[in-house]
């Protein structure tokens, strides 16, 4: 037991509330009399076993996992509702070493049905095949689920014990940006969700692929606290490995060319396309294989083009052509078109088409350029997709009217961002170091978007990101999210930089009508987040004829 004055123990004694010492792995190393008197078992011989051998079986994750509440074994076998809130005592270097509280046997009517409730809530986490998680800024986590144990090897004790403990088990190249995540989380003004991607090393050794997804919740009073859901989702990453390197068979065809693979069984109609497919077309969560090959590029392609995609396949298979290449209008998962080129050739026997194999490329994209520095997208791509999301705004705009509302998978966002300090970097550290700090901010931002969304360099320090299927709360609400990313600290070579950005942001509801519009207007409204020394900035929908109008 921690120290305590002969007066604290003579008061302890005197007490009318049982109370209750354990250490770091839960060996009862103090009770006072008030122990006998409420559950009948000796204070001598309870002294030196484990309090959970006193917890009704059920409820012994309830105890471990921070739950206040439990059924005690009293020494007629009976079992009681208790309330034990246990107060964590650590060391110098935040390490769990004992634990203390006052036991209490719960009464109320209400306080049994609670009871009731948590007991079922535990019952419904053990169906679940992850870790339920809550964590508190300086704390570590206030909560944590029993399938730790299993899913990573640790104890639920093991893990609490260390505030520090799940940075410290993140894999070491993917810490930095779980960490700039976590950081941002940690110190958002506001409530909002994401995802991270990240390998955690297990108790055995192994690696562990995980997909956490949380919540980062923000209350006045308290610090921000972060509740979540880890996943083990490393059979996927291999099947994911498995097809990268089916899709190396490919490579030398499709070396430099960013283009998805298929490759078609015409005698099983099954056909196998990459990852990169799928992407090209806006599709997620689906399988690399599909059992009826034609059905499911008939349901890709806009109906309009049906024929002449049919006529070009139909002349190759026929013999009339060596290989065959055509151009249509592919229905994104986003909802929107997208042109892309179809082209391949097929394996013959005995005069009969029994294979083909070929390539898929987005049209857009095959003619802009990449920014070589950052592998993000330039200029011209970004006005591709961005003048196809304006021409979808306005058709459903067009269409919409009170019994047929404006569905939000038409509208969308233009995000300017400017870095602060960028230049600081640059003169103060060397070109070298600006290019680094580009290259990072790159991956900030791409892991702060959606499939769906689009991250371009337009120049220099500035950046664009066209947000799909988004209205313009939403909009705000990510363009936030984006700033307390990138306010996180850069780690450069020996150094540590800051960086923040200014955003601004303009909403399809705002009305405007051309790519070079919403250009404009996103850039006025970044020059008043910086002019303001703002975050971010957002045009008003209610603007005035030739002039911008802001919040």
Excluded at 123 to 152: K, M
Excluded at 179 to 185: N, P, Q, S
Excluded at 278 to 291: Q, S
Excluded at 396 to 404: I, K, Q
Aim: with cysteine.
């Amino acid at each position: 037991m921690s120290a305590h004055s002969p007066q604290s123990l003579n008061l302890l004694q005197l007490l009318p509330e049982a109370v209750v010492q354990t250490d770091a792995l839960w060996t009862i190393t103090y009770l006072n009399p008030a122990w006998h008197k409420l559950t009948g078992h000796s204070v001598d011989a309870a002294l030196g076993q484990s309090l959970l051998d006193f917890v009704h079986p059920d409820d012994i994750g309830t105890l471990r996992s921070g739950m206040p509440v439990f059924r005690l074994r009293l020494a007629n076998s009976d079992y009681r509702w208790m309330r034990l809130q246990l107060q964590p005592e650590s060391d110098a270097a935040n390490r769990l070493i004992s634990r203390q509280g006052v036991l209490i046997e719960i009464t109320e009517i209400t306080e049994h049905v609670l009871m009731e409730v948590r007991q079922r809530f535990l019952r419904l986490l053990e169906t679940i095949d992850g870790v339920v998680w809550e964590a508190e800024l300086g704390v570590g986590n206030t909560f944590l689920s029993p399938q730790v144990e299993r899913l990573f090897g640790y104890t639920v004790e093991e893990w609490r014990a260390d505030p520090g403990f799940w940075r410290t088990h993140v894999h070491p190249d993917d810490l930095p940006a779980a960490k700039a995540i976590d950081d941002a989380a940690y110190h958002a003004t506001h409530s909002y969700a994401y995802e991270m991607n990240y390998r955690l090393m297990a108790k055995s050794g192994h690696v562990v692929w995980v997909r956490d997804l949380c919540r980062v919740v923000v209350e006045t009073g308290r610090p921000n606290r972060m509740i979540g859901l880890m996943i083990d989702v490393t059979q996927q990453k291999g099947t994911e490995l498995e097809l990268v390197q089916s899709d190396n068979r490919y490579a030398l065809a499709t070396r430099g060319s960013n283009d998805g693979i298929w490759d078609w069984n015409l005698q099983t109609r099954v056909l196998h396309v990459s990852a990169r497919f799928h992407e090209i077309v806006g599709l997620t969560d689906t399988t690399n294989l599909h059992g009826d090959g034609w059905h499911f590029l008939q349901q890709l392609m806009d109906p309009d083009d049906h024929e002449r995609v049919q006529m070009a396949y139909r002349r190759h298979l026929s013999g009339d052509s060596p290989n065959f290449s055509v151009d249509f209008r592919a229905c994104h998962g986003s909802g929107r078109l997208v042109w892309v080129n179809w082209r391949g050739v097929a394996q013959f026997e005995d005069g009969k088409a029994v294979r083909m194999a070929g390539s898929l490329s987005d049209l857009a994209e095959r003619g802009s350029s990449y920014d070589a520095l950052t592998n993000l997208p330039g200029r011209p791509l970004f006005r591709d997709r961005l003048e196809h999301a304006i021409a979808l705004h306005q058709s459903r705009v067009s269409n919409a009217d009170d019994a047929h509302p404006l569905p939000d998978s038409s509208m969308f966002a233009v995000l300017l961002l400017d870095l602060n300090g960028f230049k600081a970097v640059n003169d103060t550290f060397g070109h070298h170091a600006g290019d680094q700090l580009l290259q990072q901010v790159a991956r900030r931002l791409e892991s702060c978007v959606r499939a769906v969304d689009l991250v371009a360099r337009m120049s220099g320090d500035e950046f664009n990101v066209l947000l799909e299927s988004i209205d313009q709360a939403g909009a705000t609400d990510r363009a936030r999210q984006i700033a307390a990313a990138l306010a996180a600290p850069y780690q450069i070579g020996a150094h540590t930089v800051t960086s923040g950005a200014s955003i601004g942001v303009v909403s399809s509801q705002a009305g405007l009508t051309t790519t070079d519009d919403y250009l404009r207007a996103a850039d006025a409204a970044m020059y008043q987040a910086k002019s303001h020394s703002l975050n971010v900035c957002v045009l008003s929908e209610n603007k005035k004829e030739g002039q911008y109008v802001f919040p």
